[in-house]
């Protein structure tokens, strides 16, 4: 999973410490690298790519990612 640490994701990344990084947690400089980091990784490993951010602005800095993430699955 790749994100960005803050306040509206503190349950995972506490829930993270507790599981022994499994899955990996990778934190990005930003949320839209975080949605940019998933769809690389999805496209060049044939896995899913998952991303997380903040509730609020966080979450809009995903939508680049994501829209180029729906264009590669077509």
């Known amino acids: 999973m790749f994100a960005y640490a803050g306040d ?8 993270w410490g507790r599981v022994e990084n499994k899955p990996k947690f990778v934190q990005s400089r930003h949320e839209e690298m975080s949605a940019f980091q998933a769809v690389g990784y999805a ?16 979450s809009i800095h995903l939508l680049n990612g994501l829209y180029d993430a729906k264009r590669r699955c077509r």
């Open 8 to 15: 509206g994701i503190n349950g995972l990344l506490t829930a």
């Open 43 to 58: 496209k060049f490993s044939g896995r899913v790519g998952v991303c997380a951010a903040t509730s609020g602005p966080g």
